[in-house]
Structure formats: C-alpha cells, structure tokens
C-alpha cells in the first residue's frame, strides 16, 4: 500500500471520530516512514482533536525537522495556537506559512483572525480587505470586517458587511447575531432583539445569541428572561466565560450572591480576566467583601 492510501484510511478513521484507532494506526505508519512529514502532521490532528496538546506539538515540530518549509505544519501550528488561544504565538506561525506560501486563501483568512484576537482591528481589516479584493463576496471575510468595524465604533460599515452576508446567504445565522450586537452596541435594543430572535430561530443550538439577548433583558430588568435564555446559552456550550459572567450579574441582581460568586470563578477559571478585562476579579472581590 502506498504511503497516500495509508494516510487516506487514517483520514477515514478520523472522519469517524475513531482517533484512538487512527493514532495507533498513524502511529505504526511512522514506524514504516519515518521521514515523512504527512503522517506526523495527521497524527498532531488527531492528538488536537483530543485535546493533547503537548504530543500534537510534538508531531509538528518533529514534521518541522524533517522539512522545514512545511507551510502545513506551520499552518496547523497556528491552528493549535489559536485553539488555546495563544495568539502571539498563532500570528508567529501563520506568518511562517504565509512566507512560504504567500497566496493562500487560508492563511490569510486565519491571519484576520489572529489580528482581530489580538485587537489588532485596523491590521484584521486590512487583511480583510486583501480577501475581498480577491472575492467579493467572501462570507466569512465579510463577517470578520463587520466584527472589525464594530469593535471600532463604525457601526453603519458593521451593518452593511452584515447585510452584504445575508444577500450571499439569507440563512447566516452569525450574521443575525453580529447585526444583533451591533444594534445593541448603538443603543437599539428593539432591533437587536429582533435579531438575536432570528439568529435562535435559524440555529436553535447555537448559544451566542442566548447569551447577547440575556443581557439585554438583564438591561432591562428583565431578570426572569434574562436567566431563562442565559441557562439555555450554557446547556448549548458550558465552555463560554462572560457566558458564566453574565449569569453571576442576573445573580447578583437577584440578591443571590452564592451562586454568583460560583460563576465568577468559573468565568475566572476559563479565562475571563485573560480574554477581557478585570470585571470578572472585582465583582469577586467585592462579593467576598460583604
């Protein structure tokens, strides 16, 4: 069998989600070829897949000893980084991989990302723009420029990347809940739950626009609302901080400090304070204080 047939069964093993069975048999195909790159590349996949960072790391770095011009691994590298969001890191590599392969869709689109994680919004829309140069009409760069210009207060140009997706595609449910939260941002809280309510109706299990439109309803004292859809939020995805964050606010506002404080550590033990500011640590601070 060559070497592509192996690979492609070790694919099919992973598309099965079978990761154990595919390491094992990447694992023996290394054994066969152990100065190819592919294969250590596939199985750092696979241990990504399973949250084992440390022997994903290994397998691209050691595909990287084989062939150091391997915008692959860089590209996966990158990938692993942004997962565990270390995006410093992330733009280190994608830049690796863009400088060997400059013209990749992928990696530029991945670059916005990275831009954009690190706040970087003018860089991210300048990327942005190097894409839609190129394609117009790219979905998911329209919707990484949007986030850029509503990060920046430049709501009117958010809106009408947002509109341009749902022309392309009338079912984006992303971008419902990004004009969601631009609206929210501007003060228009009517329209913005009109749009949080489209982006539920078009993708009941996808929990952001839960969450936004919670805190709108926390915002206006609508506490009971606010904590029905934030509950829902964390049954769809009970990894989210400033999801935790924001039900330990309905909590504070219900007087019911206990379980405030519980999500605020949990907001803090997931990252909160490193991914946004130190609200998650002075509302814990202030809650311990009484």
């Given at each position: 069998?060559?070497?592509?047939?192996?690979?492609?069964?070790?694919?099919?093993?992973?598309?099965?989600?079978?990761?154990?069975?595919?390491?094992?048999?990447?694992?023996?195909?290394?054994?066969?070829?152990?100065?190819?790159?592919?294969?250590?590349?596939?199985?750092?996949?696979?241990?990504?897949?399973?949250?084992?960072?440390?022997?994903?790391?290994?397998?691209?770095?050691?595909?990287?000893?084989?062939?150091?011009?391997?915008?692959?691994?860089?590209?996966?590298?990158?990938?692993?980084?942004?997962?565990?969001?270390?995006?410093?890191?992330?733009?280190?590599?994608?830049?690796?991989?863009?400088?060997?392969?400059?013209?990749?869709?992928?990696?530029?689109?991945?670059?916005?990302?990275?831009?954009?994680?690190?706040?970087?919004?003018?860089?991210?829309?300048?990327?942005?723009?190097?894409?839609?140069?190129k394609y117009p009409a790219d979905i998911f760069a329209l919707n990484t420029r949007g986030m850029n210009y509503m990060s920046l207060?430049?709501?009117?140009?958010?809106?009408?990347d947002f509109n341009r997706v749902l022309i392309e595609n009338p079912q984006n449910f992303a971008a419902y809940n990004f004009i969601?939260?631009?609206?929210?941002?501007?003060?228009?809280?009517?329209?913005?739950?009109?749009?949080?309510?489209?982006?539920?109706?078009?993708?009941?299990?996808?929990?952001?626009?839960?969450?936004?439109?919670?805190?709108?309803?926390?915002?206006?004292?609508?506490?009971?609302?606010?904590?029905?859809?934030?509950?829902?939020?964390?049954?769809?995805?009970?990894?989210?901080?400033?999801?935790y964050k924001n039900r330990a606010l309905i909590y504070i506002a219900l007087d019911n400090s206990e379980d405030a404080l519980a999500?605020?550590?949990?907001?803090?033990?997931?990252?909160?304070?490193?991914?946004?500011?130190?609200?998650?640590?002075?509302?814990?601070?202030?809650?311990?204080?009484?």
């Amino acid at each position: 069998m060559e070497l592509y047939e192996k690979l492609e069964k070790a694919n099919e093993l992973i598309d099965s989600e079978e990761y154990q069975n595919a390491i094992e048999y990447l694992t023996g195909v290394i054994t066969e070829h152990p100065d190819e790159e592919d294969a250590l590349i596939t199985r750092g996949n696979v241990y990504c897949c399973i949250n084992e960072r440390e022997k994903a790391l290994d397998d691209y770095n050691a595909a990287l000893l084989i062939n150091n011009d391997s915008d692959l691994a860089y590209w996966y590298l990158a990938q692993m980084n942004m997962q565990f969001k270390d995006f410093n890191t992330a733009r280190e590599n994608i830049l690796a991989a863009l400088k060997i392969d400059p013209e990749n869709f992928n990696y530029f689109s991945d670059y916005a990302v990275i831009e954009q994680k690190l706040k970087n919004y003018k860089k991210s829309t300048e990327l942005c723009n190097s894409i839609l140069s190129k394609y117009p009409a790219d979905i998911f760069a329209l919707n990484t420029r949007g986030m850029n210009y509503m990060s920046l207060n430049e709501f009117d140009k958010a809106l009408a990347d947002f509109n341009r997706v749902l022309i392309e595609n009338p079912q984006n449910f992303a971008a419902y809940n990004f004009i969601g939260l631009t609206y929210s941002k501007n003060g228009q809280s009517e329209k913005a739950y009109n749009y949080f309510k489209q982006a539920m109706k078009i993708h009941p299990e996808f929990s952001q626009p839960y969450i936004n439109i919670s805190y709108l309803y926390y915002k206006d004292n609508d506490f009971e609302s606010a904590l029905e859809h934030i509950n829902i939020a964390l049954e769809l995805d009970d990894t989210t901080s400033w999801a935790y964050k924001n039900r330990a606010l309905i909590y504070i506002a219900l007087d019911n400090s206990e379980d405030a404080l519980a999500d605020l550590l949990k907001a803090k033990e997931l990252g909160y304070t490193a991914d946004y500011d130190n609200e998650v640590d002075d509302l814990i601070r202030k809650i311990n204080k009484e």
